[in-house]
């Protein structure tokens, strides 16, 4: 009897018990998380001049986690690769980066096919630092599932990732693979995986493994190849030019949901994030309209008012967050400033990627 690995059988009941389509209506009602004008479907707090194209957007404040201006941030829609942020922030901590693991077929089992891959090979010993550099640059599914096998499995992973999810008050999040590859079901929102952003850049490998473009990878034999971040508004790739101040976050791509895009950039010691679900104009838009965002929240007072906030997890002392209509109109109150006092932990970073970029050569070329 053939047996269905766990990932294929998580798909079947989710393509069984889903109604949703990757990229259409929420997974449930709107919620009123962060505020009830993030629950409404127009444009919330203008934004930048133009229409944008993309079929959700946010820009917050990383630092304050104001919520600047908005568009369906509680849209549920397929993530792609930006879902290994929460991924990642789930299991980054848990193995030191210099630990070595030789990956076996199994690790590599339930990678899906036409999956993106980074070139692990079964047989090779890599460092926990070059298998994450794999998931970061390449955004590898092949790494995601060492990853996930060496912290006990894809079950396990994929429930841990659902738990911070459900801390972070993430509710339009539904994790079925930690690769954010394609699934009934998998869904999660602009609103979410700008909390995932946020969560993920307190710590000090995310911020620098998101920043770095490029690396040296192993080919086995004592070979290396290069790789390079996929993200075009760090490398100024393909017809895009690098923004200034970017320091990551975390791009996706599939062919069922479109273009995904998160990013982070500091200027003059603020730190904005911008999210960009699902254009619907040419390749490069989900980084166009990024920028766009970034570009007008730069340009606007601190002392404006926001549409809504960033809510902390519920483990640090977080408010469940109310849902549905009742809940009262109008942006909440303006949110605590974090540890730095309103300047960014990462101002090293500012620039074209930060000094702790690897300046990278062409991707893909192989080294001895």
Known sequence: MHETSPLTRRAALGMAAAVIPFAAAPAHAATAVGGARLARDGVQG???PGKLSAAAWLVADHDSGEVLAAYRAHHALAPASTLKMLFAATV????????????TDADLADVPAGSSLVGVKAGLTYTVEQLWQGVFLRSGNDAVHVLARMNGGIERTVAEMQALADD???RDTRVVSPDGFDHPGQLSSAYDLTLFARHGLRDAHFRAYCATRGADFPAGGGRTFRIQNTDRLLTGELGVAPYQGLIGVKNGYTSDAGNT????ATRDGRTLLATVMHPRSGYNAVYEETAALLDWGFGRSSAANPVGVLVPPLSEGGVKAETGAAVGEGAPGRAARGESGGRSPWGVLEGAGGAIAVLAGGAWALRR
């Open 46 to 48: 203008g934004g930048p």
């Open 261 to 264: 895009f998160t990013g982070a």
């Open 92 to 103: 980054l901590t848990k193995f030191a980066a210099t630990e070595r693991h030789t990956v």
């Open 168 to 170: 972070l008050q993430a």
